[in-house]
């Protein structure tokens, strides 16, 4: 009996989640948590305090979870620890730029259309950064416009563009 998880490396015939749908999934699931927490950047509350590290740790999660999910575990530490490192600080940077930034509270960070522009740009990113085909693309953006969605819905400001 092997140590490994099925998905993790080694035969992967006999996988509870298929490799391609694992990295979609996970990358979806962080982008909705994400993408729900988000339009709150245009507030004076202390949630968009942890917006940059929460855009730094969401850079990372594309290349990480495809790397892991191929079974290279070591190439992952690697990652975290070289060029993963820088990826974190810049994006965790730029995201308290983005602070700066003077934005109307329920303004463009409110609006239906900034969901749909957020879902393309999470989709493009993991896109080229891990290396996904279109299925797992579209996963990825439906996951993205969801939780920027939900967001908005409860707000009740969905519908307004």
Not at 9 to 26: K, M, T
Not at 148 to 153: P, R, S
Request: hydrophobic content about 55%.
């Amino acid at each position: 009996m092997s140590a490994s998880l099925p998905w993790i490396g080694g035969d992967r015939s006999g996988a509870l989640i298929p490799p391609n749908i694992l990295v979609a999934i996970s990358i979806g699931a962080f982008s909705l948590v994400f993408g729900s927490l988000l339009p709150d950047l245009d507030g004076r509350g202390r949630i968009r305090w942890i917006i940059g590290p929460m855009l730094g740790a969401m850079a990372l999660v594309p290349p990480l979870s495809s790397l892991m999910v191929r079974g290279d575990i070591s190439g992952s530490l690697f990652y975290l620890g070289g060029e993963g490192a820088v990826i974190f600080l810049s994006m965790s940077v730029l995201g308290y730029m983005a602070i700066l930034v003077p934005l109307k509270h329920r303004g463009i960070m409110h609006r239906g259309s900034t969901s749909f522009v957020f879902a393309m740009a999470v989709g493009a990113y993991s896109l080229f950064s891990a290396g996904l085909d279109m299925p797992q693309f579209a996963v990825v953006c439906l996951m993205a416009f969801t939780g920027y969605a939900w967001h908005l819905a409860l707000d009740g400001s969905l519908l307004k563009g």
